[in-house]
């Protein structure tokens, strides 16, 4: 035990280190996505205070943020001390009709099935049927990386923390006409974005390879697997994995986004036709309260065991940090550290360790967080994409029922939304004020079409039609307009505004596609 003087001089040094560091900010994703307290003990909370859940505050909150982000609706699930303390869900389930949001509303929960992959992991290794550090190949021999290095030692544990190496490339995925299988083939052929485990680098197709080593390990489907071992336990009647599963339902949210005049409007749905371990399962607040409880916990369930308590601090703790810059610091203004476990994000937020993630597909947006000091948890299920409104709400909630400082986490992240808009429309702006409007195409119109192609994307095909170039790739068609030289500009309503460049040289012609794909493909012919 320290003396009283000892103890008044370090929190004196530990003040005078604080004036070295300013704030830090948060952005979600996922996101896929809180201060410097965690790096003093001395200067964090012992115990935490939190408030009563009163149901008509969190109403307020609740409406506030529906209101301010336009949401059509939300389904809000908190659980403290290991019992559900509020349930209730807001809103419309379909804009135009009357059906409310509920707690037994089904919302798909895209990137937040991970967790409960890397939950089966955990199972699995308690078995002794896994370790986190085997290598991928020891139980699914086909996957591979395209560098030599990091093709011979990738282990489990860089699958499910994002650190192979590969950027997203969720194209490959993401409406692709092929299956899962060819998407996993495929990006074993990219070319690594950044060195084998330096950076963290959001990465789907690799849960889907982890979703192979947990069939491969116990001999059972995915989602079979999942549904047994955690499913079942846990009660979560209402969860599935698949859209045609989630469509017999009648209390299922409809998908919302904004058409090009900013309204929102109903969107079509994406359809997960098969079972896919980072991204398909489909579940409710009710449903998910459970598992934010389990979560929780020490890994047991009414008495009964179902994850260690060491493997489930595993997949809790920090294992590759994210950089805290850009749009991630300026979404988080509370947190200095922010860091990836398996399936989890891990920060500081006032004080106090906050995991959470983000899940987003086509109309949808979901988010868990878990204040484990707390022993507080909050499901979150909005039917509108390309929204904060979770983390605003997610913040918000934190802060009420903690009794941490407030602000209007709203108007905040509203803020940030309009400034990234800003910076796109100059970034446009700026593109084309370097644009040279009275160059003409080096070629007639026909030596740009063709079959192109790409080691893992494959081909595409650039044709012309009406005497207008049209570009198709996977299920992407795309017609060209010229911009400059031989750069042609495309406007796609998924992918945005994308820039096809043509190269005629020895090595025969090539077409760079730009942002969102940044892939170069050769012609064939």
């Known amino acids: ?8 001089a370090q929190r004196k040094n530990v003040k005078t280190r604080l004036t070295l560091f300013l704030p830090i900010p948060s952005l979600r994703l996922c996101a896929f996505a809180r201060d410097l307290l965690l790096l003093f003990p001395l200067l964090a909370p012992s115990f935490v205070s939190a408030a009563p859940v009163e149901s008509k505050d969190i109403d307020v909150i609740v409406r506030d943020a529906i209101k301010a982000w336009q949401a059509p609706g939300v389904a809000v699930a908190i659980v403290k001390d290991g019992e559900v303390v509020y349930m209730n ?18 919302f798909p929960i895209a990137s937040c099935t991970k967790g409960f992959t890397v939950a089966a992991m955990g199972l699995l290794i308690d078995e002794h049927k896994l370790d986190w550090d085997d290598r991928v190949r020891k139980h699914v021999s086909s996957f591979h990386l395209s560098d030599p290095l990091a093709d011979g030692d990738v282990r489990l544990r860089d699958l499910v923390c994002h650190r192979t190496g590969l950027r997203g490339h969720d194209f490959l995925w993401y409406r692709a006409p092929w299956d899962q299988e060819e998407a996993i083939r495929k990006i074993g052929l990219v070319k690594l974005d950044k060195p084998f485990r330096t950076a963290l680098q959001y990465q789907s197709i690799m849960f889907m390879v982890a979703g192979r080593a947990v069939e491969s390990a116990s001999k059972s489907k995915w989602s079979d697997f999942v549904k047994r071992r955690f499913l079942d336990p846990l009660e979560m009647s209402g969860t599935c994995f698949t859209t045609a ?44 309260a459970q598992w934010v409880k389990f979560q929780l916990s020490d890994g047991t369930w ?31 203004p509370a947190t200095h550290l922010m860091s ?34 707390a022993k507080l948890g909050i499901v979150l299920l909005n039917n509108l994409q390309n929204t904060r409104m979770n983390l605003a709400l997610g913040n918000a909630l934190i802060d009420q029922l903690l009794r941490l400082p407030k602000q209007d986490w709203n108007a905040y992240l509203l803020e940030q939304v309009k400034k990234e808009q800003a910076a796109a429309i100059e970034r446009q702006k700026e593109r084309e004020k370097k644009r040279q409007p009275d160059t003409r195409l080096s070629k007639d119109l026909t030596a740009y079409a063709g079959e192109y192609k790409e080691p893992a994307y494959g081909v595409c095909r650039v044709v012309l039609e009406d005497g207008k170039l049209v570009w198709r790739w996977s299920t992407f068609t795309c017609p060209l307009e010229h911009f400059e030289n031989d750069t042609f500009l495309g406007r796609h309503a998924t992918l945005g505004v994308v820039y096809f ?23 064939t012919e």
């Open 1 to 8: 035990m320290i003396s009283r003087k000892d103890a008044k």
């Open 302 to 332: 009414k008495g009964k065991r179902l994850l260690s308590a060491k493997n489930l601090e595993e997949i809790h703790t920090p294992q590759i940090a994210l950089r805290m810059e850009g749009s991630v610091k300026a979404a988080n």
């Open 340 to 373: 990836y476990g398996m399936a989890w994000l891990i920060q500081d937020y006032k004080g106090h360790n906050v995991i959470s993630h983000a899940g987003a597909i086509d109309g949808f947006r979901t988010q868990l967080f878990l204040v484990p000091d």
């Open 245 to 288: 599963d989630a469509e017999k339902a009648k209390d299922i949210a409809s998908p919302h986004g904004r058409d090009e005049n900013g309204e929102v409007v109903v969107v079509s749905r994406y359809v997960e036709e098969i079972p896919n371990a980072a991204s398909s399962i489909h579940s409710t607040a009710r449903d998910l």
């Open 501 to 523: 460049t043509f190269h005629f040289g020895s090595d025969g012609t090539m077409l760079n596609v730009e942002e969102p794909l940044d892939v170069k493909f050769k012609k």
């Open 89 to 106: 869900g807001h809103g419309v389930r379909r804009l135009g009709k009357k059906d409310p949001v509920t707690p037994d509303t089904l």
